[in-house]
């Protein structure tokens, strides 16, 4: 996919590796001037869990065309085991964090700019252990529609990727992530796990779909429909 980026301003935040990190290089490849934000540093300084961060990072930098957040933080324990405060951290990313970032960046957007964010095929397909990330995964979904009202005509939209060979699942030791990848490309329609290519064509292709916005879009494989 090819896309014309040339003159537009980008914030990604959570962009130092995977999705996230491959979005800075395509986005930058189509001629965008993108800033990468993280946690710490060291080009800019954004924790999707403190307001004071991005409210400072808004001031300094100014503003953008389009805002991409890929933060998240995962509990994946079953429900007696589950911990209130990494509970907060798990919403605090993928929930509020949104909210705070388009506190403080919409009003420095353009009427054509748009919020992206990313969810994920867990809040379409509940299993054990996985409660707090699909729920706070089917929230954002959600709040990406009402945002979408609120903030028109800015737009805003999310992506949920199905398993995805991006470097996420690196964690696991050789066997389990070869084991997960063949599960999942078996309870895939389309016969295969995704790619950075899979998901970053998406994003790139929302951030100039100017008739887009207050949607969630499935990159999974049809994996949700099984």
Do not use: C
């Not at 003159?7 to 986005?27: D, F, S």
């Not at 999942?184 to 064509?201: I, N």
């Not at 100039?208 to 879009?217: F, L, P, S």
Request: net charge neutral; aromatic share 4%.
């Amino acid at each position: 996919m090819s896309e014309n980026l040339t003159g537009k301003r980008i914030l990604v935040v959570g962009g130092a590796r995977g999705i996230g990190a491959e979005i800075v290089r395509r986005t930058g490849h189509a001629g965008a001037d993108v800033v990468t934000a993280t946690r710490s540093g060291p080009e800019v300084r954004i924790d999707v869990t403190d307001e004071t961060t991005i409210a400072r990072a808004a001031e300094s930098l100014g503003a953008f065309d389009h805002v991409i957040s890929t933060a998240s933080a995962h509990h994946d324990v079953p429900v007696p085991d589950l911990e209130h405060d990494k509970i907060q951290a798990a919403f605090s990313a993928k929930v509020v964090g949104p909210l705070l970032l388009a506190k403080h960046f919409a009003p420095r957007m353009p009427a054509g700019g748009s919020f992206l964010f990313f969810s994920g095929i867990v809040g379409w397909q509940p299993k054990p252990g996985t409660v707090v990330k699909g729920t706070a995964n089917a929230a954002l979904a959600a709040l990406v529609t009402h945002l979408a009202v609120e903030l028109a005509p800015l737009r805003v939209n999310a992506i949920a990727p199905g398993i995805t060979d991006s470097g996420t699942w690196n964690r696991l030791p050789g066997e389990r992530r070869r084991a997960l990848y063949d599960s999942a490309a078996a309870a895939s329609l389309a016969g295969r796990v995704g790619t950075l290519e899979d998901v970053t064509d998406t994003a790139l292709w929302l951030l100039g779909a100017g008739w887009v916005t207050g949607e969630t879009v499935h990159v999974d494989g049809g994996a949700r429909h099984r």
